[in-house]
């Protein structure tokens, strides 16, 4: 907000949204939004009740929902319903979930078996999108056996807007629509559903989602990476190494190696320290494996993170070294104390802190261990 709109005058503000000219009712309504409530919202709602521009139709239903008053709910119900403009409709949807009061989920869920928003030109699909979002927003349970049911009626962007909220509710009747999805025809219902089974944390979506490694979309592959790496199950460890192996692309070879790293399971660390070693090996997929072995906290990883700290000891341009710093602190490993120690004088900033903090956390794990022992 331009820090000028703060010096206007709520009275004339107020005056402004009957104004005969556009450009002035327009501001007016944008400085609505940072006037109290009690004062604007009834002078906005009857202007909003014979405003004509829908561009400032739009901006005046913005602000309605970033002012956050419930007297606003029925103007705004009736906007999302009757309004000539989906643009309008779209945005009061968005307002009501704004608002943040269950009263309004009922009516959002009419929408959906609504069959005027089931035309399928792309405005009408952000009219039931932004419905599924407000839903989303108010996260009542009643919603979800209406979305269960739209998903199977509407077009394939809602669908898939409707398969994304799905996983939001936290509810497990969701599961099992969201597993067929999984063999959807259209791509893009697929990825959601895989995305949305992640979120639902429910173990049985497992071998499903490591069947969608072998989906012939690339997008819906990494959508089942993730949702892998999101439920914890160790399962999914082996296919992962397996993906590993193969010459993908760098970015989703960093991806495999950030979930495995998510799976915490020290199975992968034989073939994270067989990736660092390749010297032909990317330098991006390299940064991930040294910051997974660091997380995993696997001692096999110390002398191959020390020789590459060695081998990187001259170039302080490397994003290896303070990474190796990085993960020997995390692991905990003493032997490392004596080949950090020559880094605390390093001129770069992020090496010198990494050192720091990686020696701080040996010292400890030195002084407990001799506690023990003695």
Known sequence: MDKGMLLFSPQKTISDLASTVDAVRELAAYQSMVITANLIVEPLLAAFAIEENVQIRIVMVKALGILKDTRAIKPLLLALTTDAYPAVRSEAAVALGELGDVAVVEPLIAILSDP?????????????????????????????????????????????????????????????????????????????????????????AVLPLLAALDDPDLETRNSAIKALGFLGDTRAVTPLLFLLKRDYPVYRRVFIIETLDRLGDREAVPSLITCLLNPQEELEVRAACIEALGRLGDKRAVPLLLSTLAATADDETS????????????????????????????????????????????????????????
């Open 116 to 204: 005027n928003e089931n035309k399928g030109d792309a405005m009408d699909v952000n009219v039931v999108s932004s419905v599924v979002s407000a839903l989303r927003k108010l996260n009542d349970a009643r919603a979800v056996e209406p979305l269960m049911t739209a998903i199977e009626r509407k077009d394939d962007q809602t669908r898939a807007v409707i398969a994304l909220s799905l996983g939001s509710f936290g509810d497990i009747r969701a599961v099992e629509p969201l597993l067929n999805l999984l063999d959807d025809q259209e791509p893009l219902i697929r990825r959601a559903a895989a995305c949305a089974l992640g979120d639902l944390g429910d173990r049985r």
């Open 319 to 374: 994003e290896l070294r303070w990474r190796v710093a990085v993960a020997l602190g995390q692991i905990g490993d003493t032997q490392a104390i004596e080949a950090l120690r020559p880094y605390l004088s390093d001129p770069e900033p992020v090496m010198h802190m990494a050192v720091s903090t990686a020696l701080r956390q040996l010292e400890i794990v030195k002084a407990v261990t001799m506690v023990f022992e003695n």
